[in-house]
């Protein structure tokens, strides 16, 4: 026996050390994935072993480079600032009509209380090693969580997307290529907006898996992230489609190129904090001139709670506004013209079926300059909240801080409808037109189409009349002069 | 000049200072780390392998090859963001058979150098595919032209790696 043990000891000692690493290895895949949470300890002492040489190589490196191009290299840099002039020229110009195009974006995007996500924070990163391998598509940045890096934390140059980090060292990160192939990225192409998941392969290639072989995708499209992925922020570049063939499982095979050069990648960014809220149009909304002026005239005063609510209960007499009401007014009366016949005002009463509700602060100027524009965008200028998403349509509620609650309530119904008084600007079947409409058409969003809509239910008059007094035929509170259409 | 077979008495057994032992290797996986990011060709080549078949066969101790072998390539996985083991088991088998070789064979020439290191380079390709495929279920498409050219250009590289680290042997 023993005898037999030395004339195969090299080789059973073989066996053990291979069966050793075959089930460490069957232990991790089960586990999941690379299980790196349990393999983390001999991680950190190799990439604490290896990354302060890449370090200091790539400082070293980077100052030598620096003082070259910086001091001694300089040939064809005025040609290169004359170009760069002339470039900038030209893309002012091309920014001035990419804020029109941003600027109504934001106005559909408020439309639809959508929500965005911001790039709040980045960390600029240098990259100082890779794993050295074809099969593991995967970079080292010198910068962790010392610097507030975290796990799944997306990384993007100003090409496109680059990956996601993986694991976070005290002074170092490891991050996973979208070439990788156990990578994957939800992405959406530009024109055609499909989806797919966009994985790496073994080759290092890039593809968009899940789109239906049914599907038209030309060659040379854009590629976005979509968002889906919680990683990455909706609407970064991916790459371009590069080719298109049929796959298996009635799926197409899309090839993509990617925009970053995943190759050769010196300096990235790391998306440390996004903010998620929701589209505002007055960012790069022009600033008209009745608000300037509605700014420099007196305001109206707030009304006590009592005479807010005697001032409510008249609404819609006399101004044809329907909504004189305290604070609340230019939320729901930016314009007269803009409601359409067969809108009331009722205050205090809130239709169990539909309502959307936007706070305005208190002190709210009524003719505040955006007030308006508060009410049309359902996000007042002020900062509060705006209009939520899950709000039902059909009626919108005001509510200051002090708890002044007012509910417009949508309805057909002729009889509460005092817009059709005579005088009323507003009377008459057909929404209004002019100047002012597109302040006031996104007054509610979606929710502010009319009320002849067929899936709409009619707010039952029953319940709001003896909450509604007889129509003042004089109105409580004079429109001011900004609220008038131009 | 063909190799020529030699007792185990006959071959002589080589040893390395410890930071011979413990610097090379991290100088391969260092460059392997570092260079492909510059340069992208340069990822064909395994240093970390080439390290470890030359530290096999000049110790000629089997043991002692194959747990060179399983610690630099469990180091090189620790390095990837896959399981470790991939590169861990491949190269275990490749510092075992490199130094029952050298115990076998006069691998001191260039042209037997040459032809052992791509011997290795294909045997430990197959065996990682072999691995990766079958137990972490890994996409790995096999390629023998690829394998073979960068099995040559390993084999080369490792020709000129291997002379300049025979100056850091030392007889036992």
Redesign the interface.
Known sequence: MESVLGRY??LI??VG??FL??L???V??KRG????EN?RL??I???G??TP??RS?VWVQRGVGNIWHNYFYLRGVRAENRDLKEQIEHMRIEQVRLSEDAAQARRLQTLLAFKEQFISKTVAAQ??????????R???IDKGGDAGLQRDMAVITADGIVGKV?LVYPSVS?V?LIN???SGVGSILEKSRLQGVLRG???GEVVLERVMSDEQVPVGETVLTSGGDQIFPKGLPVGTVANVANGKDLFLNIKIRAAANL???EEVLVLVEKQERQATAEDNVRVRAADILAQRLPSVPDKPEDASAAAANSAGTGSGTGTPIGSAKPVSTANPQSKPAGWASVPQVKSSSATTTARVPAGASPAGPSSPRAASAGTPSTGAPSAGTSAPVGSTTVATPAEHKITVVRSNVPFIAPSNVAGNPAAGSKPPAGPNKSATAPSAGPSTKPAQSPSMKPVPPAPAQPSVPPPDPKPSNSQPPADNPQ | MPSTYTSGEQVEVYRFSIPATVGFPLLALFLQAFVPRRFPLFSYLDLPLLVTIFFAMARRNPISGLLTGAVIGLVQDSLGGLPLGLYGIAKTVVGFGASSLGVKLDVENAGARLLVTLAFYLVHAAVYFTVARGLVSLTLNWSWSRGFLAGLANAVLGVVIYFFLDKFKQRT
Do not use: P
């Open positions: 000891r090299n000692i073989l050390v291979l690493q075959v460490g290895l069957a991790q895949v994935g690379a299980d790196t393999t001999i991680r002492w190799t990439v072993a290896i040489f890449e190589v990259v100082i090693g890779s794993s050295g391998s074809d099969l593991s995967i970079i080292y993986m490891q996973l990788d192939q156990t392969t073994a080759n190759d050769k990648l």
